[in-house]
């Protein structure tokens, strides 16, 4: 029942910003972390950022300085703001909740390109 929806992706050169969205059917609160990770074509998926129930964040190494992470309760939605776009970030972001310390549920996913 629980469901996530990602939403804006797109293409941008590079250089560029973007914001992407995620829209839960419920309370993020009830959600024990949220995370955004991402797949480029031809290669497995990575982590780019989560965030706590507390508020706490985590940032790969790669997206570091450049995006960020948050979240607005009143709209049950998580966001992820990437500035200063890269070719290499091209991929299909997801939008990720764990609850119970096990129970996982992903959103459908949303297309980044970043090209010239």
């Known amino acids: 029942q629980v469901q996530l929806v990602e939403s804006g992706g797109g293409l941008v050169q590079p250089g560029g910003s973007l914001r992407l969205s995620c829209a839960a059917s419920?309370?993020?609160?009830?959600?024990?972390?949220m995370g955004w990770y991402r797949q480029a074509p031809g290669k497995q998926y990575e982590l780019v950022a989560r965030i706590t129930r507390g508020g706490s964040t985590i940032y790969a190494d790669s997206v570091k300085g450049r995006f960020a992470m948050s979240r607005d309760n009143a709209k049950d939605t998580v966001y992820l703001q990437m500035n200063s776009l890269k070719p290499e970030d091209t991929a299909v972001y997801y939008c990720k909740g764990i609850r119970g310390g096990k129970y996982e549920y992903w959103g459908q996913g949303t297309q980044v390109t970043v090209s010239s």
């Open positions: 419920e309370s993020i609160f009830s959600f024990d972390v």
